[in-house]
């Protein structure tokens, strides 16, 4: 009985999404951050949530430490998470025109940043890109410098990541600001694929800023042995270059299937290069293992009797400094290292457990208030996707918006569904951040009051 509501249950929470989703893109010829967002959590709380529960029945689930609390899931429980899942949703929409409105009512102004030489402002963004590329490479090399160097630094990689190795590095704050090589081969991307733009920039040096930002980008994600960042960043130029070149609905909804078969075949491929599962797995098995988290999580925090109270919201600013002054001086815990140990009943580097468990967009909301706080987080994260489209959309050159576009809609509208935990968005999404900072420092650009629907 219970796995029938959940089948019912689940597809039907997505075919009605879908179906909303449908006619959005219809009517606005485009997918916006609400959309991505209404995809990623029908696709994971709808499609996702039935699978794990029918695989995990069939006993296919290679999650094994989390099968006893995906079994523990009643009738009542199931219900609970499809219905707090469209609440979540409904909020986020509301959230979403609400802001809208509160900018149609607040209109004002503004210089517009428009440049009377084109040339000029992409030799700028093209310098910029070789300045972060550089440093981030120069940050890097002092990070691992103290591992032995780049190379050496690959021995130690598994370790750190599990939190079993707990060498003092003084430069251990500049582990992230080699991901600002991320963001340089995202711009490099951009400026080859420009075709208004062509004959601005030496060709051949923007190539080899490119080629040399993509392996360096590469490597610092090897050295996090993240199978999923892999996928992400390598994903990011596909789904870039398709926003570009959008120009029919039917022909961009054609790729947008094709690129997301794509996308699972590179994670099962990465997974396999990183050997970070057993070779036995047949992909019902990955994939059931993969998707098992969410819905575990959301098991531990229903039984909850006490809320975090939205403080993970309120120190999430904190996350974009070293971990030492967050963790080591404010005594901060994120969401996933509180959901390690209620699942685990540790945290990561504690009695063998060897990694953090994420929480869930879904299950974060849940965390800090029970049903209050998933109403208010909904509506929270529907303003700021909203906000989110709003800054991306100023951005002047297309390719680049588009580009950097891709990998927002990625990591943030799709990736948060799974992983909701304000510090995991915040360290992903670091080299946007400081990339998207120094850029609009750079063109001096402004944002206008264009309206988003």
Known sequence: MELTIAVLGGLSFTFIIYLVVHFRLLRNRELKMLDWFLLSMATFNGIGFSFVLWATNEGRNSAFNLIEFINNYDSSLIIMYILLSAVFVTCTVFGWYLTIGFYNNNKRQKKVYCSSDGQLVLKKINLVSWLMLIFAVVTYWLYTKVYGGFIAYLDYANFIRSGVFNLQNPYSFLQRFGSLSFFSSFIFF??????????????????????????????????????????????????????????????????????????????????????????????????TGELSFPIATFYSVSMLSHYRWFIDIIVAPLYLLPSRIWSGFFDIETASSFNTFLISGARKGESDVLGEIPVDIMSFSFMQGNILGVVIVGFMWGSALYILQRLISKIPVKSIRSILYANIIINIAIMSALYGDPQHIIVRNFHMIVGFIILSLCLKFSFNNKKIA
Do not use: H, P
């Not at 042995?225 to 892999?230: A, D, F």
């Not at 029919?248 to 994670?267: E, G, H």
């Open 190 to 287: 951009a400026l080859l694929i420009d075709k208004e733009n062509k004959k601005i920039l030496n060709r051949k040096l923007v190539y080899m800023g490119l080629l040399c930002s993509v392996c360096f980008s590469l490597y610092v994600l090897y050295s996090w042995v993240g199978r999923v960042s892999i996928v992400v960043y390598i994903s990011t130029f596909f789904l870039g270059y398709i926003l570009y070149l959008n120009k029919s609905i039917f022909s961009f909804v054609r790729k947008i299937i094709i690129f997301s078969f794509i996308t699972l075949c590179l994670l099962v491929l990465t997974d396999s290069i990183l050997g970070r599962t057993g070779d036995n797995k047949g992909i019902v098995e990955f994939f």
